[in-house]
């Protein structure tokens, strides 16, 4: 390959890496065309950009980013697959699913980069898997700093009912 060719692949690895918050490291290694092809669809369907890359290649576009990714270099070797996606749990339900029904247990986790942290190892799947978004943590906040809020409200309204309640009982004797 062409010291230019390279450089190009480089800047559109910038690219596209800039595009997206978070990106999964997986071993692809293995599968057959059919079983790439479904992986692909799996990944349109989701949303999730899938390339076979050149570990040389990423590496170097990693580097020119603004971004310290010294931790994921260990994972560039082998066969490397780089899942895009701005879900970030995303890539990882698909590399489970996937991996399940796969005989060979493919693909594989190797690294990801997931809500500006890294995890590095086929072991923090399950982590990734099951990981909040940071809207869907806002969210939760939200609930709970709303939940006291709303119990003040209803214990005073039921409250109310029962005075009037007592009220309407009392008249009533008289």
């Not at 692809?28 to 290649?57: F, P, Y």
């Not at 006291?148 to 005073?156: E, R, T, Y």
């Amino acid at each position: 390959m062409k010291k230019e060719d390279k450089s190009t692949i480089i800047k559109q690895l910038e690219s596209t890496l800039g595009e997206y918050a978070h990106f999964y490291l997986a071993d692809i290694g293995g599968l057959n065309a059919a079983q790439t092809s479904e992986l692909r669809r799996e990944c349109n369907k989701q949303e999730i950009k899938l390339l076979v890359v050149k570990n040389t290649l990423l590496q170097k576009a990693l580097e020119n980013s603004n971004i310290d990714f010294t931790q994921l270099y260990d994972a560039l070797k082998g066969e490397t697959s780089l899942m895009l996606s701005n879900i970030n749990n995303a890539p990882a339900k698909v590399i489970n699913t996937f991996s399940k029904k796969s005989k060979i247990k493919k693909p594989v986790l190797k690294a990801a980069y997931v809500e500006e942290s890294f995890y590095i190892g086929e072991s923090h799947l399950d982590e990734l898997v099951h990981i909040k978004s940071k809207n869907e943590l806002i969210g939760d906040i939200i609930a709970l700093l709303q939940s006291p809020a709303k119990n003040v409200v209803s214990a005073l309204q039921s409250g109310g009912n029962t005075i009037h309640g007592v009220l309407t009982t009392l008249a009533e004797r008289q």
